[in-house]
């Protein structure tokens, strides 16, 4: 696991970018994995500034969404599969059926998750994941107490993660009681996992992501055992690791053709 501490936003962005932007570049077919909420939008910010200057094309790139709301309006504002449409897909040149999401409004819901695992392996799988990590430790919708090898699934979400969430939506009751959500072990099989998380509210979710015992109780910790994880952290979120010198020391010397 790498961890990158950086001294802001925006050049949390521009790093994920690169990342993105030199994946694209070896392999113009690539599949990312899209994750929504609010640590992601400086990464697509940056691929949309990028795709406007013609420096990057995501013309031949799949996707597929982390999650979904359940039984929100297919019209919904805040549906996840509008929310990339906006802050994503109607910024930058992907294909119009370039990207997919769980079916939140299926009448047969085990069913619908089952369909998006063979969706996600009929592509070949994830290339790059995009990950946020919520204030108690949740990726995508895992929940603390989800089973680590975790398929797409059903789940019902915690009274702080509908808080979290409710400043998307016009009062706390309209947020979704239930989502879909790759499972953890869903996430474990993408090749390369690249976590970007900013602000101090989050800074004892990376630490035990990063640093605690793995556990359910903290979900982000499951990617300790992934091979190839990246995270991207501002100095705020980073403020409670304690081996917090000897990263920056790594990243300083990394080699320069390593890439992330």
Request: hydrophobic share 45%; net charge negative; aromatic share 4%.
């Amino acid at each position: 696991m790498e961890i990158v501490i950086l001294p802001s936003a925006e050049a949390i962005g521009a790093l994920a970018a690169d990342a993105v932007h030199e994946l694209v570049a070896r392999r113009p077919d690539v599949v990312l994995g899209l994750a929504t909420g609010s640590s992601p939008l400086g990464v697509y910010d940056e691929l949309a500034r990028r795709c406007a200057a013609r420096e990057l094309s995501l013309a031949r790139v799949r996707g597929f969404l982390l999650d979904e709301y359940v039984a929100l309006p297919a019209d919904h504002p805040q549906r996840y599969r509008a929310v990339i449409r906006r802050e994503l897909e109607e910024r930058v040149d992907l294909a119009p059926d370039a990207v997919q999401g769980p079916d939140g409004t299926a009448g047969d819901l085990p069913w619908a998750c089952a369909a998006y695992e063979r969706a996600i392996a009929d592509a070949g799988g994830v290339d790059l994941q995009l990950l946020g990590i919520g204030t108690d430790g949740h990726v995508a919708f895992n929940e603390p107490g989800s089973s680590l090898s975790s398929r797409t699934r059903i789940k019902t979400l915690t009274a702080q993660t509908r808080a979290d969430n409710a400043r998307f939506f016009e009062s706390p009751d309209e947020v979704p009681r239930h989502v879909l959500t790759q499972g953890l072990g869903t996430i474990l099989r993408a090749q390369h996992l690249l976590l970007v998380a900013t602000g101090q509210g989050k800074a004892a979710a990376v630490a035990a992501a990063v640093e605690g015992p793995l556990s359910a109780s903290c979900p982000a910790s499951v990617l300790q055992l992934h091979p190839h994880v990246t995270v991207l952290l501002d100095e705020t979120a980073a403020a409670d690791l304690v081996r917090l010198d000897y990263y920056r020391e790594v990243y300083a010397g990394k080699p320069a053709w390593q890439g992330l």
